[in-house]
């Protein structure tokens, strides 16, 4: 027999609670009567008896039994039998990594569905399912007890989030479309409530933990070489901590500094002119639950020279940009795109023109066409006065608008989701669009050409939307399961994984979508190599404290559990309500109430 809501059963721990009203001693009442010899036999018997006894009514039992039973039926009590199709969904996100005791919460959790797996008969199936980065079935046929405890001690836990996924509906689903008589789910998560088939089984507790939350390696600026690199440290605790945290390249401690970080806060700690090397590594010196959020990971900066596709029927203006120190220009007609585009530029401008696709380099738009997707273009404007502008922003830096005046514009409809970055009472005159590895950057004025300082409003301008791309470069830092993109694979080309798994790449491939774990990613063709960085982004897998519950709400009860389930909690409940009917009848209220009134009528009568 199970109980599907046991913590009703700590109900009758209360039972002993009815036994007052018989232990309280009514108010005396004063009475008149013509003799008491009647009472004197009676009170030396009850002298001989200092504590007496309790005189319990029968009543009084028929109210126990009512509600042992109520109790009972809450806690939803079934008869089952040994289930043989049984499904088990394991949760191999990260936090399954935090450690309880010098255990992993993932070990802790194969260690309890092998005690599941142990009570299926023999001729029982097992089907393991994966919540992570989505819920898989690990194997299409299903396995036998046996089989199940050997494909679980290779599974491990990613470097990744919790996918979004309902389990009350996930659970019931799979239990009613694939006739299990049993869906367990092991999760670190608390388990709320549970129905006739699934079952939530938690491991873990609530624990402090501390978390790099962010690293950024980047260069002052285009013209400024000199490397720069933050980080930022989340304490996910009651109290303050002081940490040492490092900065490593190839290995080798860089920098090094005590970093304080407020309870619940966070704290950001900055480097400057450390040695150059093609990816860096920062790491917190601490043992806490999670080690994997202790350490991240970002490449080197692109070179200082940055290349710029120019496509514009304007050749002369696009080529004033080659002035600029670091920057090289390639002008090209707008029918020539074609043959250049997704070349390894740096940043694309198309001025005067769209392309029919967004390119995959980051873009700038100037004055575009109506033909595209990112914005609509309103009437022309002569003059324009800029009257807000977002601050702090990297295109607005240093920027004096009073003396910013575009003497052609056209104000900007956004059609996507994005960034107005400065706005003219007609509307936006700049708009930013940054998108996973990926920026973009629309102007209804155009900036052309670059006259230095000649028009330092328009220069220093220029010269912030140039940094801005020159940054996005460090964009190949992103989260743990964004794909890697995959252009002109050749033959021989092959991509690393952090753990030094090297993977041939084939051309048909359009991206690697595997980065599930934290780390550098190397890709190889021909005699050059590209690296890309992965972390783990999401905080609540650091935040050890507290785990959203998973609330199992409805009856995930189909045909297939009828075998081995028989709730009998109904009949429990029917029982309770025919007993308080029959004491209804026994001890009637409306008579209890009704004799005094009855008794001083016919004293009154008399």
Do not use: C
Request: aromatic fraction near 10%; charged fraction near 20%; hydrophobic fraction near 45%.
């Amino acid at each position: 027999m199970e109980f599907l809501n046991p913590a009703a059963l700590f109900g009758l721990l209360a039972l002993p609670l009815l036994l007052i009203p018989y232990l309280v001693r009514k108010k005396p009442r004063r009475l008149v009567f013509s003799s008491v010899l009647l009472f004197l036999e009676a009170g030396a018997q009850a002298g001989g008896r200092p504590l007496g006894r309790i005189n319990l009514p029968p009543i009084f039992f028929l109210h126990l039994l009512l509600l042992a039973l109520l109790i009972l039926a809450l806690s939803e009590p079934v008869f089952s039998v040994r289930p043989t199709n049984v499904a088990i969904l394991l949760d191999n996100s990260a936090s399954m990594q935090a450690m309880e005791d010098g255990r992993t919460r993932l070990s802790l959790a194969q260690e309890k569905i092998g005690d599941v797996i142990g009570e299926i008969g023999l001729g029982g199936q097992v089907d393991l399912y994966l919540t992570t980065p989505r819920l898989t079935k690990v194997q299409e046929e299903p396995f036998t007890p046996a089989q199940a405890l050997n494909a679980l001690k290779d599974i491990k836990a990613y470097d990744l989030g919790d996918p979004p996924l309902d389990y009350d509906r996930v659970l019931s689903q799979l239990a009613r479309e694939q006739g299990y008589e049993r869906v367990y789910f092991f999760t670190d998560h608390p388990g709320a409530g549970q129905t006739a088939v699934a079952r939530v089984i938690s491991v873990g507790r609530p624990q402090a933990n501390l978390a790099v939350t962010a690293f950024d390696v980047h260069r002052a600026s285009l013209i400024n070489a000199r490397l720069q690199a933050s980080a930022v440290v989340a304490n996910f605790s009651a109290k303050d901590e002081k940490i040492k945290i490092a900065l490593k390249g190839r290995g080798a401690t860089l920098a090094s500094r005590e970093l304080p970080v407020p309870a619940a806060g966070t704290a950001t700690a900055t480097f400057e002119g450390f040695a150059e090397h093609l990816s860096y590594e920062v790491a917190i010196e601490t043992r806490d639950a999670l080690a994997l959020d202790n350490r991240r990971f970002a490449v080197a900066p692109v070179p200082r020279n940055l290349r710029i596709l120019a496509v514009t029927p304007r050749p002369q203006a696009a080529a004033s940009l080659k002035s600029i120190q670091g920057v090289s220009v390639d002008v090209i007609s707008p029918s020539d795109y074609a043959k250049f585009g997704g070349r390894d530029y740096g940043l694309e401008v198309f001025h005067f023109s769209t392309p029919e696709q967004l390119p995959s380099n980051p873009a700038l738009f100037i004055l575009p066409p109506e033909s595209n997707s990112l914005v609509d273009l309103g009437a022309p404007l002569s003059n324009v006065q800029v009257s807000s502008w977002r601050e702090p922003h990297g295109l607005t830096r240093y920027v004096n608008f009073s003396l910013f005046r575009p003497t052609y514009a056209r104000p900007l409809k956004p059609q996507s989701a994005g960034q107005v970055v400065i706005e003219s009472p007609a509307g936006a005159l700049a708009f930013a669009v940054e998108r996973p590895g990926m920026r973009y950057l629309i102007l209804g004025f155009d900036p052309l050409p670059y006259l230095g300082r000649e028009n330092l409003p328009m220069s220093i301008f220029t010269l912030n939307f140039l940094d801005w791309f020159f940054d996005s470069g460090g964009l190949r830092s992103q989260a743990t399961g964004a794909p890697i993109p995959l252009t002109a694979v050749q033959p021989g080309d092959s991509l690393v994984t952090p753990a030094g798994e090297k993977i041939a790449l084939k051309s048909a491939f359009g991206s690697f979508a595997a980065t599930f774990h934290q780390g550098i990613y190397q890709r190889v063709r021909g005699g050059a190599s590209e690296l890309y960085a992965r972390n783990l982004d999401d905080l609540g897998e650091s935040d050890l404290r507290t785990s959203m519950p998973i609330e199992l709400r409805g009856d995930a009860a189909n045909s297939g559990s009828a075998s081995v389930l028989f709730s009998f909690w109904p009949y429990l409940l029917l029982a309770s309500l025919l007993l308080l009917l029959a004491e209804w009848f026994i001890n009637p209220r409306w008579a209890r109430r009704a004799a005094p009134a009855m008794r001083r009528g016919w004293r009154g009568a008399a």
